[in-house]
């Protein structure tokens, strides 16, 4: 019977293509929107979480400074020492290692070619603390570090803009007014608000003095083992600093630690919070879908009634002609939700290339909004479906 039921409900459907069409178009775009919404939300959310994680997993950075909203009055904070580097790696339960950044922006040039590039001057625990493996080449020996050499690792984008298809290592570069051998490629990274790609890797006593002409050291990066607490590690660096740097008691901190993997937890609340909100606003088209059905189900219900009539006079009982009106209200709502998941795969597929994230096909949120689609169906058709199942046989034979 309902399989009969379900292929009356279609015939009738057919019959009326344009109208049926559009009554569910406000559940095709509900569906498609809110299956798209989480969809981009999902990827967009895992591509930040992937980059974040690229640049190195427990990984503190201090950097001087108060904050935002620092009186502009005060005088600066006075940079990092080498000093307090080395107190960190030896002083700090849970520290892997520790390296002084000592960054500038200068232009590199080979040949004909020249690029503006970041120079992060630094040690090869840099390279430890970030987990990264070398593209090509090798990294910096302790002899070079400790006599301040003109070596240097290129970034993916200084690789692509300065030497295209050609092999790096072995070559020289100039760096502003130095020269510089490039002994090493690193990984490619990506990036998050800027390119992390686009930075050249010099021991920071190079940069400090053929660059900078200082022994100022702006950042510390700092990677812990992740078998400790976070956060007391950060409250051990704070103490520390604050000792070495004379900060009173009633002072606060003139330097602040960020942590990536906070970092990476606020950006995915972030994200969760936005899908979230757009979802929701999306999803009111499927309660104006659902009002749609509703309506031309009444209008169906006064159009059929005399053939209600007909057949409840030969013996069809009142679950029947509600059992009717239901299926072909939650086959139109399904039909829309089918439509919707389709259209939601390739505007997904098409935003994702766009938006340069990861193409994801949830299966769970198909499913969930399928079945919601489904659901409305069945709500919204009651009430017409109720009131053809109450007709009177004799009242709907003499319906005009």
């Given at each position: ?5 379900i292929l ?37 959310g ?18 001087q ?140 006593k ?35 600093l ?33 899908t979230?909100v757009?979802t ?62 389709l ?58």
């Amino acid at each position: 019977m309902l399989l009969t039921t379900i292929l009356l409900s279609l015939r009738e459907i057919s019959r009326h293509k344009l109208r049926s069409f559009l009554t569910v178009l406000g559940v095709v775009i509900g569906v498609m929107s809110v299956v798209t919404m989480v969809t981009l939300g999902t990827a967009a959310g895992q591509s930040i979480q992937t980059q974040i994680a690229s640049l190195g997993s427990n990984l503190l950075t201090v950097v001087q400074g108060q904050g935002f909203g620092r009186g502009g009055g005060s005088a600066s904070p006075p940079p990092f020492k080498p000093e307090d580097v080395e107190a960190i790696r030896t002083q700090i339960a849970g520290v892997i290692a520790t390296a002084p950044q000592v960054q500038t922006s200068v232009t590199a040039v080979r040949n004909s070619a020249n690029w503006t590039v970041t120079v992060n001057g630094t040690t090869g625990d840099y390279l430890k603390g970030h987990q990264w493996v070398l593209a090509d080449g090798r990294p910096f020996s302790q002899n070079e570090e400790e006599a301040g050499k003109s070596v240097c690792l290129i970034g993916n984008t200084v690789r692509t803009n300065l030497y295209h298809s050609e092999q790096p290592v072995g070559t020289r570069i100039r760096l502003g007014n130095i020269s510089c051998e490039v002994i090493g490629a690193l990984p490619e990274i990506g990036g998050i608000g800027q390119d992390q790609d686009n930075v050249v890797l010099m021991p920071y006593k190079a940069v400090q003095r053929r660059l900078t002409g200082n022994r100022n050291i702006q950042m510390i990066m700092v990677a812990a083992d992740p078998h400790y607490d976070s956060k007391a590690i950060q409250e051990a660096i704070s103490a520390l600093l604050r000792e070495r740097r004379h900060i009173g008691p009633d002072k606060d901190d003139d330097f602040m630690i960020f942590d990536t993997k906070q970092l990476s937890d606020s950006a995915a609340s972030a994200f969760g919070v936005i899908t979230g909100v757009v979802t929701a606003i999306a999803a009111i088209s499927l309660l104006v879908g659902g009002i749609g059905i509703m309506n031309i189900m009444l209008v169906s219900v006064t159009e059929r009634t005399r053939e209600i009539g007909i057949r409840l006079a030969i013996g069809a009982v009142a679950r029947e002609v509600l059992l009717q009106f239901l299926v072909e209200a939650a086959v139109l709502s399904s039909l829309g939700g089918l439509i919707g998941l389709l259209l939601a795969l390739a505007a997904s597929a098409g935003l994702a290339a766009l938006m340069h994230v990861p193409f994801l096909w949830l299966p769970k949120i198909n499913l969930i909004a399928f079945g919601i689609s489904a659901l409305i169906g069945v709500i919204f058709g009651y009430f017409p479906a109720r009131r053809a199942a109450s007709l009177n046989p004799i009242d709907a034979l003499r319906h005009e």
